[in-house]
Nanobody, 117 residues
């Protein structure tokens, strides 16, 4: 399985970004897709996951601002991030696996999100 993430960038505080991650290869076998964030000096932390059936699991992130969704026909997962704050900065990674709440074995490259105040 290969994961290709995109959509990061520089945005002003209060702005929005939508991250996308497309899976290819043996993507039809993947049940869970999700997003993780890493900031310098800290462990990678789960933002959110979504199953093929639409069940979601969120990490310790503001659900009112972060929404995960998925298009199974495109094997693509999205992370809509609204009202972004400087503390949302980080390298966001796409992840894929089989069990909700567990980290899968497949990682995409990170996409940087930078929020200016």
């Amino acid at each position: 399985v290969q994961l290709q993430a995109s959509g990061g960038g520089l945005v002003q505080a209060g702005g929005s970004l939508r991250l996308s991650c497309a899976a290819s290869g043996s993507a039809a076998n993947i049940n869970i897709m999700g997003w993780y964030r890493q900031v310098p000096g800290k462990r990678r932390e789960m933002v959110a996951q979504i199953s093929r059936g639409g069940s979601t699991y969120y990490g310790d992130f503001d659900r009112s601002r972060f929404t995960i969704s998925r298009d199974n026909t495109k094997n693509t997962v999205y992370l809509q991030m609204n009202d972004l704050k400087p503390e949302d900065d980080g390298l966001y990674y796409c992840n894929a696996g089989w069990t909700l709440t567990e980290t899968g074995p497949y990682w995409g490259q990170g996409t940087q999100v930078t929020v200016s105040s």
